[in-house]
Every structure is written in structure tokens, then in C-alpha cells.
């Protein structure tokens, strides 16, 4: 690089800074030293009115991230990709300034604020509040025949990226197959973009499942803590996000095989728990992510016998992590959707209201012509009855809401921002789509807008394996009792997860005016809505005593008594009950069930605790909608 009289060739300079930058994209160590070099030579030939300016604090703030990054591996990120062209494009506009006059320098100082993204983004890579990468395992099986290029420059570049073995399974006069395993701080997605060949898979180890359980468990509690200062809690929080993340979550079309077309759809984009394996080929066609009961599903359309059906073919993992969300008043309720599912908002007119004569439903029509279904079950009866009563001149608000691919618009009168962890259910039911906690633990309810009947259903919802009712319960012996319904109620000890003071019990009004919304329960980010309340009317929040969560294979009921004792063995005489499904509308006349023994007293032990479910909550609720 030369300079011309006491002027920098800027040109050449920005020329060697963009090629620097797109290898750094490539091959990131050698990108990021060629982008150091250009860096030292653009700093010690500066223009001398710009010496120990603001200028030169922004370039040393430059050399320190990228000396970080060489220092960590260096991983390489989109962000930081463009934070460094951001920042190389201030610092030349800056420079070509100074050859200009003092007054054009004040007029692109703004350029060096610390307000923009990029100084924001490589401080943080700096003063490593920033989380870089971990080295992580990956291996990927290979076909010299099938490969293209030499197998010594492969292992040559790989090199580059890490520590690199391999490893022969067989070899004869045509190929040689085997399996590559490469140590390196780049992610999944950027080792298949770049070296496509292979079908590179991550390998997990025990390390990296111990810190994801820690990471996971330690979410939520940190979320709501309300003893730390704001600014600590942020810090810790994006830490803990940026952790999870990086090693933990994937994009969606990363799960699937390489072979299937990948479309225009940020569904595909959208990240999801990451898992050892790509989904094989008869899971994955034509699959798309779906957020139900706080997990990760891979969802699919099936359309036949004249219906299109949702089918879960796949538990993708639980999601731990806050996502922003919009709280909408729609009348007598107020629901939440996912900021990434509201499409946009807008305005529409009652004139754009177009009824269907083959059935009941009615459409938007847009500004393209495109229509939309309208959600009419809102504002406390019909929303074409509150829209029919104002002038047809008057516009309302609706929000374009997308749900497995298809669009909704929901009519509100007003909305609110909110963060929220999405609560878990080991079960997914479908009175909602995701219970969702906010920093004080309040609940907000995200409903389906499916009319199940004429657009959609959900089918095959799969439970989520998690608790067994073995680890937590090991050592414990003998029987709690407390009184339910007015009968004595005795728990075989070793059913019980936890005992607690009272907790809240959440009430929500149907927001459909169909299925009935199950009084539940959240317990350490896990919604429960199989709750016994010993009472006679679900109005009739008990508010002391005890909290008694149940759990065996993989079905959790919650009692609640108002005082518990423990002993050793049963009284004498006391025997064990079936429990029979009642005859009652959505099994929720609980009373009847207690009503039917005989006996003033009932044993729940594992005999009996499956049949104790199935009575009160038959299986069929969990999976069907309407009629």
C-alpha cells in the first residue's frame, strides 16, 4: 500500500478492506488478520489532524475486537461481519473528510456515535459481555470419489478451522470412505454453506448437554428475578440468550436434508432446539415448525377427505427462551401472539367485509385482493355485530396473524408490548397454543384461531418424555393425606414431585365461546391443567394450604388441600378404587368421580393413578376439537 504525497491511496485501501472482509466470510482466522493488517497500516498513516481523535479511539476499538476474535478461534458471524463494514465505512468517510476541511469532518462525526449498532456490537466483543462461541464437535462422513477435490486441500483448509481427523472405514481401487471429525468454534450452518460436500452433523458430548441443562433450568428464574439491579439482569440475560443460541438452537432448515427445496419462508429461518440429527427423509417433507404447550413440533399439512389437517410428526424440544409478543384487547379478553406471527398490522373497513354463503365464516379483503379468514369471535359476541352498529365509514384494527402457514385476521381495539417465557405442558392440549409467563410470573393465553371444523385440526399430538416420576420421587415412603370433596384422600408418597404452599390457579374465559378453558397451574415454568380443587364450584380459588403435584408416567395432576399430614402406612382396612369416566360434558364435573365411591375415604397409588386420569380427563381431550 503506498501514499501519495501526505494522502492515503483510499481507494486501494477500501479494496484491500473488502477483500479482507469477504475471506473473513471463507476462511475467517486468514480474513480477519488480512482486515488487522490493513487496520495497523490505515492507523499509523492517518491524517495527523485526526491523531488522538475520536477516530483513533473507534480504530483501536476495531483492533481490539478483531484481536478478540483471532484469540477465540475466530468464529465467524454475520453480525460482526457487518458491524466491521459499518464501522470501515465511518472510519474511510471520517479520513476523506480530513482531506477535505474541519467543517465536513463535524458533518460526519455522527458516524462515530456510539449510539450506532456496529461501535455498539464491537464494544461488546471487547469488554466480552459479547458470548463467542464454544469449540464444538462435528463429523461428517466422506466419499473421495464423490468429494471433487483433492482430499490433502481439504484437510488443508479444514485445518485452518480448527483441529481436523479422519478416520478410513474402507478403501479400494476406485475410493476411499470415511469419516472426518473436525474441533472448531464455527457453527452448523456456516460448515454447510461453505463446504457443502460433506454432510456435516454435530456431535454431542456430555460437557455440552451438562451446560445445556444448566443454561435451560437457569432461564426462566433468572427472567423473573426481581432482586438483581435492571442492568445486571440484561447482562446475564443475554448472556444466557446468546448461549443458548449459539449452541443450543438451530435454524429449522437446518434440520432438514440437504436434498429438500428450501422456499422463501422465514418459517424455515425460524430457530428451533437443536438435536443431534437431520430429520429423515419421510418426517421431514414438506414439514415446518410449529410452537405448541412451549415446545418445538415438526408440523405438516395432510389434505384429504376434503379438510386440511395438521399432523405432528416430530417433538423438535422445549423452547426456554423470551420472546417479545403483542397483547391484544379484543373485548371481554385480552390474548398474546408471537411479534414473529404477526404478519402486520393494519386497518380495514366494514366494506372490505365479504361474507361466505356456503358457511359462516367471513373474509378480508386486502388491498391485493388476497383474503384473509376473519376472526369473528371476538369483542364479547360476534365481531360482525360491533363492526354492523358503527359507521361503515369508521375503520377498526386487525392484526394479520400467521398459524401453520395460514393467515388470520384479528379485529382489536387496542394492543401492548410484553416479553414472556412460554410455560411447558408435557402434553400439549388444544383449548391453546402456548401459555405464556411474563417477569412477574403473570399468565397470558395464546389461543389456536383455527375453526377446526372448517379450516384446520390438530392430530397426533405427541407427549413430550420428561418426568418419569422415578428420579424425583426415589427415597420416598409412606402416604400423605388431606381432604378432597369431603373425603379423606390418601397419596402413596412416592407419586409426589412436590409439595408447596398454595399455588395461584389461573381462570380464563373461553376466547371462542366453544371449548372451555381448564382452570391450570404453573409450577417452575410448567403448566399443569390437570388441577383437582376439592371444591364444588371452579370459581373457588383456594388460597391456603397445599399445593400436591402428582406425577407418573408422564401424567401430572395437582391437588390441593387445605391441610396434609403424612404417615407412615395406611390406616387398617383402607383398600385401593378404580376411578370410571363420568357422564359429564368435557369430564369436568370432577365431584361425580369422588361421588361414586362408596368409601369416605380414597388411596391414589400408582395402581390406580393412570385410571384416576382417565376418569376425570379422558384421553380423547387432549386430541380432539369440536364435534
Known amino acids: 500500500m503506498s501514499k501519495q504525497g501526505n494522502l492515503l491511496d483510499m481507494p486501494l485501501l477500501s479494496e484491500e478492506v473488502e477483500k479482507a472482509l469477504c475471506e473473513y466470510e471463507l476462511a475467517p482466522q486468514s480474513g480477519l488478520k488480512k482486515l488487522r493488517t490493513a487496520l495497523l497500516y490505515l492507523n499509523k498513516h492517518q491524517p495527523p489532524n485526526l491523531e488522538d481523535s475520536l477516530l483513533s479511539q473507534k480504530m483501536s476499538s476495531i483492533e481490539g475486537a478483531i484481536?478478540?476474535?483471532?484469540?477465540?478461534?475466530?468464529?465467524y458471524s454475520a453480525d460482526f461481519h457487518h458491524s466491521f463494514l459499518s464501522a470501515f465505512d465511518a472510519v474511510f468517510q471520517i479520513?476523506?473528510?480530513?482531506?477535505?476541511s474541519e467543517e465536513r469532518i463535524d458533518q460526519l462525526v455522527f458516524l462515530l456515535s456510539n449510539d450506532r449498532s456496529c461501535w455498539h456490537s464491537l464494544k461488546s466483543?471487547?469488554?466480552y459481555s459479547a458470548q463467542l462461541p464454544d469449540l464444538k464437535s462435528y463429523e461428517?462422513?466422506?466419499?473421495l470419489k464423490k468429494i471433487g477435490f483433492e482430499f490433502e486441500a481439504l484437510l488443508e483448509r479444514l485445518s485452518r478451522l480448527g483441529s481436523v481427523s479422519f478416520q478410513v472405514t474402507s478403501a479400494n481401487d476406485n475410493t476411499i470412505i470415511g469419516r472426518l471429525v473436525l474441533e472448531t468454534v464455527q457453527t452448523l450452518a456456516w460448515l454447510k454453506a461453505h463446504y457443502r460436500v460433506l454432510d456435516w452433523q454435530l456431535v454431542f458430548v456430555e460437557k455440552s448437554i451438562d451446560l445445556r441443562e444448566l443454561c435451560e433450568s437457569s432461564y426462566l428464574p433468572l427472567f423473573q428475578h426481581d432482586g438483581l439491579e435492571v442492568s445486571t439482569r440484561n447482562k446475564l440475560l443475554t448472556k444466557y440468550e446468546t448461549q443458548l443460541k449459539g449452541s443450543f438452537y438451530q435454524e429449522f432448515e437446518l434440520t432438514l436434508p440437504d436434498h429438500v427445496a428450501r422456499v422463501t419462508d422465514k418459517r424455515y429461518s425460524r430457530l428451533v432446539p437443536c438435536f443431534d440429527t437431520v430429520l429423515p427423509d419421510e418426517i421431514s417433507d414438506g414439514g415446518f415448525p410449529v410452537r405448541h404447550g412451549g415446545a418445538f413440533y415438526l408440523g405438516a399439512m395432510d389434505v384429504g377427505n376434503g379438510r386440511s389437517e395438521v399432523q405432528y410428526r416430530q417433538c423438535l424440544g422445549r423452547d426456554y427462551l423470551s420472546s417479545f409478543l403483542f397483547e391484544f384487547d379484543v373485548g371481554e379478553s385480552?390474548?398474546?401472539f408471537d411479534c414473529g406471527e404477526c404478519l402486520r398490522l393494519d386497518t380495514a373497513l366494514f366494506v372490505d367485509i365479504e361474507k361466505s354463503d356456503e358457511s359462516n365464516l367471513a373474509f378480508i379483503v386486502l388491498s391485493n385482493e388476497q383474503k384473509v379468514p376473519l376472526v369473528t369471535h371476538v369483542f364479547g359476541s360476534n365481531v360482525l355485530e360491533y363492526i354492523e352498529q358503527a359507521s361503515v365509514s369508521d375503520s377498526f384494527n386487525i392484526a394479520l396473524i400467521e398459524q401453520v402457514g395460514e393467515c388470520?385476521?384479528?379485529p382489536y381495539l387496542s394492543k401492548r408490548d410484553i416479553e414472556a417465557v412460554p410455560a411447558f405442558m408435557a402434553v400439549p392440549k388444544t383449548w391453546f397454543k402456548n401459555v405464556w409467563l411474563s417477569k412477574n410470573n403473570d399468565a397470558f393465553l395464546e389461543p389456536w384461531l383455527f375453526e377446526y371444523k372448517s379450516l384446520s385440526y390438530l392430530s397426533c399430538l405427541p407427549a413430550v418424555e420428561v418426568?418419569?416420576?422415578?428420579s424425583q420421587s426415589a427415597g420416598k415412603s409412606g402416604y400423605y393425606a388431606g381432604q378432597l370433596f369431603g373425603k379423606d384422600v390418601w397419596v402413596e408418597a412416592s407419586l409426589i414431585r412436590v409439595l408447596t404452599p398454595c399455588l395461584d390457579v389461573h381462570f380464563f374465559d373461553s376466547f371462542d365461546g366453544n371449548e372451555a378453558i381448564p382452570p391450570f397451574v404453573v409450577y417452575e415454568g410448567q403448566c399443569f391443567d390437570q388441577v383437582l380443587l376439592g371444591a364444588k364450584t371452579l370459581q373457588d380459588k383456594p388460597?391456603?394450604?397445599?399445593?400436591?403435584?402428582l406425577e407418573w408416567r408422564n401424567q401430572s395432576v395437582i391437588l390441593f388441600f387445605q391441610a396434609c399430614n403424612w404417615y407412615a402406612s395406611l390406616p387398617f382396612g383402607y383398600d385401593t378404587q378404580d376411578f370410571f369416566v363420568p357422564s359429564t360434558e368435557n369430564g369436568r364435573m370432577i365431584e361425580e368421580v369422588f361421588s361414586s365411591i362408596q368409601e369416605e375415604f380414597v388411596v391414589i397409588n400408582k395402581n390406580n393413578f393412570t385410571s384416576l386420569v382417565g376418569g376425570i380427563w379422558p384421553p380423547s381431550l387432549s386430541i380432539e376439537k369440536k364435534g
Open 408 to 410: 388470520f385476521a384479528l
Open 140 to 143: 461428517a462422513h466422506f466419499d
Open 543 to 549: 388460597s391456603k394450604g397445599f399445593s400436591v403435584i
Open 95 to 100: 479520513i476523506y473528510a480530513a482531506q477535505i
Open 67 to 75: 484481536d478478540r476474535l483471532i484469540l477465540s478461534s475466530s468464529p
Open 467 to 470: 418426568f418419569q416420576g422415578s
Open 125 to 127: 466483543i471487547v469488554d
Open 334 to 336: 385480552k390474548v398474546v
